[in-house]
């Protein structure tokens, strides 16, 4: 049995033009599409447009889009709604009630470096984030830069515990990778399971763990540069 992707659109196929909005609040989901407060609708982003001016050909089929914030990750959905109340754009009602099964797949592994060009202030705990959707590890190869030279090109791996078909933030570790308090990293991250469609432009970070604020103001004779402290915004002498 063929499972829908849930990144990916999901319609019911009607023989004649249909509305979504005509027929949203007829349709019963099971499990029910998920609340994510008061104000939220999964419908609200699922819109439809008149079809009635097109020229019809023999056996196409009218798309109307389920929700694309509503349907759960390798779900069983029952989708279910009594004839009169479902109608195309003529008023003409379904012949018989709608019983409509369909399951969602997982969601196919993902990844996005949340900054590619992180700043990192010396002395504080915080690190660069990544996201990651069913990804089972890491691995980064990086070169460090610091006071003592440019280190010799190395691997870490990090390992990812999260539950399947989320989406989980994982720290990079960059203070971890320097030598010293400060420096630059420059990375590439690769995972596993390998992501498909990602340019190797994607795949690499340029990090920063300084103290310092660095501000340029370029000119056509000369060029200023104010160097700040991150922890006391006082200007750096020198």
């Known amino acids: 049995k063929s499972r829908c992707s849930p990144v990916r659109d999901i319609s019911l196929l009607f023989s004649a033009p249909a509305l979504t909005e005509d027929m949203k609040d007829s349709l019963r989901f099971s499990p029910p599409l998920p609340r994510l407060g008061e104000d939220f609708d999964p419908w609200e982003t699922t819109g439809s ?3 009635l001016f097109e020229a019809h050909s023999k056996g196409y089929a009218y798309p109307v889009f389920l929700p694309f914030q509503g349907l759960r990750a390798n779900t069983e959905y029952r989708i279910q709604a009594d004839a009169a109340t479902v109608q195309d754009e003529f008023g003409r009602p379904l012949t018989r ?5 369909i399951s969602t797949d997982h969601l196919p592994p993902d990844y996005s470096l949340y900054k ?5 202030e010396k002395g504080l705990d915080t690190d660069a984030p990544m996201l990651v959707t069913n990804i089972q590890r890491v691995d980064i190869r990086y070169e460090a830069m610091t006071l003592d ?3 010799l090109p190395r691997t ?8 399947q078909d989320s989406t989980s933030v994982l720290p990079l570790g960059i203070r971890r990778l320097l030598p010293r308090s400060s420096g630059v990293i420059l990375g590439e991250v690769a995972t596993q399971p390998a992501v498909s469609g990602r340019s190797d432009f994607e795949n690499w970070f340029i990090a920063q763990v300084t103290p310092f604020h660095v501000h340029v103001k370029f000119g056509h004779h000369n060029t200023l540069v104010w160097l700040t402290d991150l922890q006391t915004g006082e200007p750096v002498p020198g």
């Open 97 to 101: 009630p709608m019983d409509i099964r």
């Open 116 to 120: 590619s060009i992180p700043v990192l």
């Open 149 to 151: 030279g440019k280190t």
């Open 49 to 51: 447009y008149s079809r």
């Open 156 to 163: 870490v791996t990090l390992p990812v515990s999260a539950p």
